[in-house]
């Protein structure tokens, strides 16, 4: 009964048979095993984008702020929304890895601190840079894929937030931590999902989906790849035995392996928000991907917690009035079954 | 034949079997899964340190550079030798995480650049910071155990250089990538060959002696940790699936695996020596540990390369007069055998 | 006709008188010189200080930068208002100065941006390192007073934000750009308005009020000083010739040469203010220190800044609706005379 | 008797008048005076560089480490003899402001620390970037004028440095805080020692020449204009009351006072050297600009000292045998009198 993070479960036996079929023989270090260009090719063949610079680090933390890093200058500001993990959940390593740019919040529709919309985007980043040299710059813009409220971009929203960002000659970012979530639930291509809307740059995230700690930072323009290398191995990111990395991400895209986990990974958020709603849990938002936030009485959470499960608070601590609803985390990943969902249902 | 490094073969079975075994279940992200606490209590015992800070990250350059990030302020020098890792070969990395600290050249003995001797130490410090704020302040010392040279400093030679350091206040930090490789050679403890002898923080490296990435960063003194833990987390350098380097250095620590492949590097290279020295090729330095430098004429090199021998040039190209003598940098790692040595001596 | 800041009028004679003075024979330089031993003399002395570590620099985002930096980690956040100098007008000097800080912005009482309540202090500290590692831990909060909006905090309400600093442990920063307008209007002692009520650290602000481009930079406790004096070395804020900073600043604390001005600039800006209140212009706030915000229609200030009238427009262009209003910021500094302001209002 | 530096004197009274004469009415602050524009104006026309971009700070320590900032990347290296200011007297301002770029020293002729050769300059940049990703990757060189230790780059020596940096593509910086002193000494015009042998940014100063602070900063391309107003700016570095910089350097550049005051020094220097060669003082380099460095017994320094001459002893301490000889650095400015060097000499 293990909801607190998609971090925390194991990995597909895929993955690690792939290591240990990687594990013979002598192999160049730092990306010049032949895996890594087995995934270069494989990832500009799904991406579409046979020019796209392909990198892999082991964090999403280190893939974001890199990638932002080299689309950024330290005098500029990068627009986010509140709960952009880049802004709460990165411990200044953006501002770390640009040298000090900052992070401008863009609030969503309706006072929600999630989805950015386009008109409260470029209301934002119209009034940056209006003091000339005083403010900082207009930078990057990054979206969450899927957010962490758990919501997903369609394709039109980002299209929309590409046009903003095109308009002011900015570059957008895409924090695909969850990348693979959002693409089974909207059922589009990962170039419809990225380049095809305006998306420059994007971390494409293996790590809540099944693997041990990779990620890809895939530039749809090449020119930026040798300023990432040299980020990359400045950051202490560059593995020298590179191909136990490689070898997880081409586990990863064979087969279908990362679609398929993160359809089971939704498909068990969906179960288990089909659950909650019986039950009565208020929701924050649908369930679209793997993640939704329901509130519970203290007196409800209490229970489940003592009786196993495993998830996060998210609005006020266990301690209080026992009637009161506070509401939780839930997040699935690949691993969950029916039967636990099922066992943590009925705790219910 | 594969001498480039010792990063590019394969790691032992042991390894694989150590992910295999932690691959079960949900476990805690971010350090604190229930192999980081085996692997602490480990550590603390082999280093008889009870107190000690340990933690894991994945590079190299990410455990010196976070562990002198601590342990300096970005107006200060680190003292280091001209062939230091974290002078050579991180990309700035260092001064990057520091947040602009300099690094100041400290030579060897008789004009060498390999290991720092007390009295060059002594002055070299003595000089910095005699101008006042002008100047960078006085930062930590830095020594490279096994050095880039394939040198080893003695027992002595360290708490020699300890005293000069703790003469000025100043920490001591000890890059050990290939820590093991000196231990086994100087046949002693961890104990004696870091605090006892004077060392502060110590970066414990996994990497080059059979792990997929994984290297430990210790500080004798246990108030360095909760700043080495944000500026892990704010690097990047913090695994969500934290257990997969847990396991790693968990079953690296187990039955004397570490000792055993340093041992088995350390012979390889000493095998290897001896072949060289008897075809008559003049060495830089004598083996110490798992890595020489030998000069060898180009046209000795060109017929290595061409039959498959694979190590780095040191002092020039592999173009020019074929009779000329061109140093060769040749690392041996646990995985060679001695088949594959004699198989390259017998080209010589 | 000239309210865009009040860093654009001449200084006074006195500071010119005392630049001359300066000007004779040989003098040690930076900060080793006669002068600055009885500025910082004549500050202890002014603030009831008599440990306090006092040091210049030319420039308010120099001071504040600075002071923040020796007061917070790289991994910390600085709380702060949304319309903070320091915030909105630095271009990301904090952030530089800090080596990657963040800026955490505090909410005004309902809604409004500007003065922040010990409330939304609170809770914004509280919120803040509330998921360990992940999240920046806290840092320093700053307040500016006079504010960016032309409001002061009355002495409750310094005390009531350092009290919520002091509960969370944190260090109290105040940028004082406009230090003594907000003293001579509150009728209180230099130590009331800050260490007596809970102020760490105040950028005691010169430039505004008619200094060439010196402000004093105070912490009360002296430990702060040897880290101040090398990072303002290291950010290139040290004088060699320091005596022409000290020289002005002596002039300043001189026959109360920084009160007189400052009560000049206040009077001037209620002399506008009384004006533009007959005018039935609607402000933002009443005026308590040298600087307002009124609304005007836009045809009005077209026909003003024709008249050869100097602001800045604050919520909106120029272009437009020539009835609709739009809110301009006034400020007055010393060398204004009744003269020009009725010139001004005259044009009304 | 001051010999100590060339920035303890006083500023001519032309500076003073300046100041004065700026100090009327309002003016647009930040850079915007008028008196900027004939700055500008004037300083085109002395480099005969049309186009070139041309800002003020007030410190030398500024201008060097933001105009090298523009110039650099992070991960670069900045290529400077042993000696040079950005390295020895700027407490890690360059490593700083570049965001964590390296110095790499290039040694001068027969191992001296002073000027850089071409070749030595060649052979240190192909030693960097050797390592692709791993090492530092090269960056700008910079060359100081006068040099640290009283010499002065010829004309041809400067072609052939710019050279070699063009072979590399990379930029050249000229750390010009004695420009004048090394212009009038050669003879040559400011085109003629900058753009014309191959320079790309000089930071012209003015401080140790004759003004209380104030430095130019002249990008031959103006492409950089932008990057420096903005970095400038986040250094804190921008003065509101930008007036009073103009006003000094206008005063500077008015009737040859520039070239005035740095003869006057040079000459102070010749007379001082010709007076202590008579005295059979043995120079370290012979007196070129302002600056020379001349040995001189022990027991000779003390009596010195205690008839108040003010200079550094440089290669040791006043402490020890007192017939031993110590080098002392005596830098002359163009306030000196021959009555005050004769008094000097006299007491030898």
Redesign the interface.
């Known amino acids: 009964m293990?909801f607190?993070?998609d971090?925390?479960?194991?990995?597909p036996k895929q993955v690690?048979q792939a290591?240990?079929q990687a594990?013979?023989?002598?192999?160049?270090?730092?990306g010049a095993d032949d895996e890594m260009a087995e995934v270069t090719a494989r990832i500009r063949e799904i991406f579409e984008a046979p020019e796209a610079a392909v990198h892999l680090?082991?964090?999403?933390?280190?893939?974001n702020?890199?990638a932002l890093a080299t689309l950024c200058?330290?005098?500029?500001?990068i627009f986010c929304t509140p709960v952009a993990h880049i802004h709460?959940?990165?411990?200044?390593?953006p501002?770390?890895?640009?040298?000090?740019?900052?992070?401008t919040l863009v609030p969503g529709a309706a006072g929600s601190d999630d989805k950015m919309t386009p008109a409260a985007l470029h209301a934002t980043i119209a009034r940056e840079e209006s003091?000339g040299?005083?403010?900082?710059?207009r930078g990057p813009v990054s979206i969450t894929q899927v957010t962490g409220r758990g919501t997903i971009y369609a394709l039109d929203e980002i299209k929309a937030i590409a046009q903003v960002t095109r308009d002011f000659g900015l570059p957008l970012h895409m924090d695909g931590a969850r990348f693979t979530n959002a693409l089974v639930a909207l059922g589009c291509t990962p170039a419809e999902m990225t380049w095809k809307a305006g998306v420059d740059a994007v971390c494409f995230g293996g790590?809540?989906n099944g693997l041990?700690?990779v990620e890809a930072v895939i530039f749809f323009d090449p020119k930026h790849a040798w300023?990432f290398?040299?980020?990359?191995?400045?950051?202490?990111?560059?593995?020298?035995?590179h191909r136990?990395l490689s070898a997880q991400m081409l586990a990863y895209l064979t087969d279908d392996l990362w679609r398929d986990n993160a359809r089971k990974a939704n498909a068990n958020c969906a179960y288990l928000a089909a659950g909650l709603e019986q039950k009565g849990a208020p929701f924050l938002h649908e369930a679209q991907a793997n993640m939704i936030f329901a509130a519970l009485p203290r007196a409800t959470h209490q229970r489940l917690f003592e009786a196993g499960a495993?998830y996060h608070l998210w609005d006020g601590p266990l301690e209080g009035d026992p009637e009161q609803e506070v509401t939780a985390r839930f997040v699935c990943d690949w691993a969950l079954s029916k039967d636990l969902i099922d066992q943590f249902l009925d705790l219910l």
Chains 1, 2, 3, 4 share one sequence.
């Open positions: 293990f607190a993070s971090n925390s479960g194991p990995v690690l290591l240990t594990n013979t023989g002598y192999a160049m270090g730092y680090v082991a964090t999403g933390t280190a893939a702020s890199l200058q330290p005098f500029e500001t709460e959940d990165e411990c200044n390593a501002e770390f890895y640009t040298g000090g740019a900052k992070l003091r040299v005083h403010g900082p710059q790590t809540k041990m700690g300023e290398e040299v980020r990359r191995k400045r950051g202490g990111h560059l593995f020298s035995k136990y495993i």
